[in-house]
């Protein structure tokens, strides 16, 4: 139900930006997140936005990374500045009714897309 696109590979300190799209719900209605996954490692909270528009990062992205949504288009964007080699991974789209205390917290998002790669390798 969520479609990912813009993953590719790039250099560090490269810049990518991911976009999301509901195939049917408007994400005016949703909360809505990034999440990534790197081999070996559990999912890990990237961002958010909420429906009533506040932001919120993952400690290893803040300051690097923005989230953002075009409304006319119904798409949530990840902005990815000054990747790192720490920064690959597959990123994962997810929305859904989510209560604050578990922003960060993949279990708590009811449709995920399938993912996109994104590798930051010299």
């Given at each position: 139900q969520l479609v990912e696109s813009g993953g590719g590979t790039v250099r560090p300190g490269d810049s990518l930006r991911l976009s999301c799209a509901p195939s049917e719900r408007p994400f005016y209605r949703e909360d809505v997140a990034w999440f990534r996954e790197a081999p070996g490692k559990e999912r890990e909270f990237v961002a958010q936005r909420r429906r009533d528009g506040h932001l919120y990062y993952g400690d290893a992205v803040k300051g690097?990374?923005?989230m953002?949504?075009?409304?006319?288009k119904n798409t949530m964007y990840l902005q990815m500045n000054n990747l790192t080699p720490e920064d690959t991974a597959v990123y994962y789209c997810a929305a859904g009714t989510v209560i604050l205390s578990r922003t960060r917290d993949a279990t708590g998002y009811a449709y995920w897309g399938r993912g996109t790669l994104v590798t930051v390798s010299q």
């Open positions: 690097r990374f923005t953002s949504r075009d409304s006319p």
